[in-house]
């Protein structure tokens, strides 16, 4: 990452130029960006209960029939974790959360099903076969439920993109400004 030197009198610029991409991002720029979250990992067709409020609130969501981005709440990023580290076979307390941009989380008003994307790291106290799970894909999860039912996980392999364009629909892998297609690089 690189460090910006903002010269005296161009932060009102800076702020503007933010705000307008902020605002432009993603097909459907009303939506809430997806946030950041500490949660734990998926596992390959494992089904796990996460209990929590995962309805998209007044001002995350429209009621308008494209799929909708959002911000995963504390709420959901807990349950998506505790569903992902259940299916994996792992306490909680292996996870160290997830990194910055980690966590995509959507729902889909004409199916009714949410959609998550969460990506693990291991805590620094792990034993080294705790933390060799996580490699290769191992700390990957993809998330799907239907309205206040259980979290669906399923891991995410290597590469990433091509578990990722089998499990979601183009059309939530777009509002999350993901790719839709894979390359011959990825071997999909």
Excluded at 3 to 25: E, K, N, T, Y
Excluded at 64 to 83: E, G, M, W
Excluded at 163 to 183: C, G, I, M, Y
């Amino acid at each position: 990452m690189r460090a910006v030197r903002v010269v005296p009198g161009m932060s009102a610029v800076l702020v503007s130029l933010v705000a307008i991409a902020v605002a432009g991002c993603g097909p459907n720029a009303s939506s809430s960006s997806a946030a950041t979250a500490t949660s734990p990992p998926a596992s390959t067709g494992a089904s796990a209960s996460a209990g929590s409020s995962a309805a998209p609130s007044a001002t995350t969501a429209s009621s308008s029939a494209a799929v909708q981005n959002l911000i995963a709440t504390a709420a959901v990023k807990s349950a998506l974790l505790t569903a992902w580290a259940a299916a994996k076979g792992i306490p909680v307390s292996d996870v160290a959360g997830s990194p910055p941009g980690g966590v995509y989380y959507a729902y889909d008003p004409s199916t009714g099903i949410y959609w998550a994307m969460a990506d693990y790291e291991p805590a620094s106290t792990d034993s080294l076969n705790v933390k060799v799970g996580f490699q290769d894909g191992g700390s990957g999860g993809l998330f799907k439920k239907t309205g206040s039912g259980p979290w669906q996980v399923t891991s995410e392999g290597e590469p990433a993109i091509c578990d990722e364009l089998k499990f979601f629909p183009a059309s939530v892998l777009v509002a999350w400004n993901q790719p839709t297609t894979a390359t011959p690089a990825s071997m999909c």
